[in-house]
Each structure stands twice: as structure tokens, then as C-alpha cells.
């Protein structure tokens, strides 16, 4: 059992595409932090809100440990851990509590720009590069598509190319990057953008009084950006 915590504790990405703008976020709450010397973590000043700076990756896993009660991330991220949960056999653990509008993104399949899409079916027997094996999983079984997942971190649109794989399964925001490859999207297995993240259950220790406030001022801070 974790040991009593008094201080709110928000994992956030520590750099790449939703870090910035999750500080951001914070600070427009109100929130200042002094800096750790490793920039790893963030004593909050104002509040009791301390922030853990982490790969985006391993979000949902510190909240569901208990390590952090909240964090922004992803959905696609999030999506991507519940459902590695589930095959796991256990059951969901973490929940959107906010959805904030920013950070968006599909998880597409892109073909050879040169094929023609005839539907799910076509992808029957293919290989299909992707970091998000899971995810792409479900939606080829809702599908009725027998097809293999290749899992792969990074550089996932030049795998048809590597004849690592024959389609590819990845996030899309301008659609620039499967364009430089010579792949076009041809269907939406997952609208992402970034979200609030945290617990199915009310925290422990006076933490959701703080979560509360916490959110109270984030719902006003994204209503005033409207
Ligand atoms: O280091 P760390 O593990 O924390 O970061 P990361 O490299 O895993 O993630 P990062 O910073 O690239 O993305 C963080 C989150 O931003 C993702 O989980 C998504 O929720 C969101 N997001 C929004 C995106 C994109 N848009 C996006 N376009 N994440 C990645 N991309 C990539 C995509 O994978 C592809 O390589 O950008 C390329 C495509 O972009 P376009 O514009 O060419 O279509
Ligand atoms: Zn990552």
C-alpha cells in the first residue's frame, strides 16, 4: 500500500507535442512550481500540485500504480493501455476526465498510394506496421479481418518500403508524413486528441478535494480559450 500523500501529483509529458502545451495548461490554472534539478519533477508553489515529467508512454502506467493521480496524455496512448490491459485479462483501470481539444490527431491505415481501397476486407492476410498493436487488434477483429499486427516505436511509415510490413497503421495529423512516403490514409481506426487522464475511482488522502479544485480551474481556463 502507497504511503498517505497530502500533494496532488499530475504526470506530464516531459517533452515532444503535449508537453509544452500541458504546462502550459497548468500554469494558466494558476499553478507555479519550482524546478527540480534534473527537470524530472516540479514542486507546485501555489498549490499542492507537483508534476512528474515522463515519456507520454508511460503515463497511464504511473496513474494506474498510483505513483501519479492524474496526467495528460493522448487518448490514442490511453486507448493503447486499456486495452493491453484487457488482453492481459484485467480489467479497466483509468478514465477520460477531460477532453481538451488540443493535441489531435487519427490513427489511420495508409496504403500504397498507387492502391486502390476497397474496404477492411482487402487487408486480410497482410502484415501491418504499427505501435498501437492493440487498438489496430480490435478494430480488425470488429472488422472480421484476419490480419498480423508488426509492433514497431518509430519510423512506421517506411516499413512497407523495408518490406517490413505491407501497410502501416499510424497517427496522422497533417498527413505530410505518409505523403513523403508514398502512402495515403484510407481509413480512421481512432480520433485522438489530448485528455485529461486519471483513476475510475474517487483518490485517497484529501487528493480529489484537489483534483477537484484543480479541474474546476482547468474547465474555466479552457472555456476562456474558446
Ligand atoms: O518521448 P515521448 O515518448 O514522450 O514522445 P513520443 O515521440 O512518443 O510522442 P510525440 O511527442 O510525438 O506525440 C505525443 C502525442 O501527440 C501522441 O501520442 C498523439 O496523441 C499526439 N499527436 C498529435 C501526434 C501527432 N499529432 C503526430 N502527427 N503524435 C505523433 N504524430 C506523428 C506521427 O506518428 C507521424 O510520424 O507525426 C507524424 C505524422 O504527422 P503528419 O503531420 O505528417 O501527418
Ligand atoms: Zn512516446
Known amino acids: 500500500p502507497a ?3 497530502d500533494r496532488l501529483r499530475v504526470a506530464i509529458q516531459k517533452s515532444g507535442r503535449l508537453g509544452e502545451p500541458a504546462r502550459e495548461l ?3 490554472c494558476g499553478l507555479t512550481w519550482r524546478e527540480s534539478r534534473d527537470k524530472l519533477f516540479c514542486y507546485g508553489e501555489s498549490l499542492p500540485v ?3 515529467l515522463v515519456r507520454d508512454d508511460d503515463i497511464p502506467g504511473l496513474i494506474a500504480d498510483g505513483v501519479c ?3 495528460i496524455v493522448g487518448r490514442n496512448v490511453l486507448v493503447e493501455h486499456d486495452l493491453a490491459r484487457r488482453a492481459q485479462g484485467r480489467g479497466a483501470d483509468l478514465t477520460e476526465w477531460r477532453q481538451l481539444g488540443w493535441g489531435t490527431c487519427r490513427l489511420d491505415v495508409a496504403i500504397d498510394e498507387d492502391q486502390e481501397w476497397t474496404g477492411p476486407e ?3 492476410g497482410m502484415r501491418i506496421a504499427t505501435s498501437y498493436p492493440h487498438t489496430l487488434g ?3 477483429e470488429e472488422h472480421g479481418v484476419d490480419a498480423e499486427p508488426v ?4 519510423s512506421v511509415e517506411i516499413a ?6 505491407d501497410v502501416v497503421c499510424d497517427l496522422v495529423s497533417t498527413g505530410g508524413t505518409l505523403r513523403a512516403n508514398q502512402l495515403k490514409p484510407v481509413t480512421t481506426i481512432l480520433h485522438s486528441e489530448a485528455v485529461i487522464a486519471g483513476p475510475g475511482h474517487p483518490l485517497d488522502d484529501g487528493r480529489q478535494e484537489i483534483a477537484d479544485l484543480l479541474l474546476r480551474r482547468l474547465d474555466g481556463a479552457v472555456q476562456l480559450k474558446e
Open 69 to 71: 493521480d492524474m496526467g
Open 138 to 140: 480490435r478494430w480488425l
Open 50 to 52: 507537483d508534476l512528474l
Open 26 to 28: 497548468l500554469a494558466s
Open 3 to 5: 504511503q498517505p500523500r
Open 122 to 124: 482487402q487487408l486480410a
Open 160 to 165: 512497407p518500403r523495408l518490406g517490413q510490413a
Open 151 to 154: 509492433l514497431l516505436n518509430g
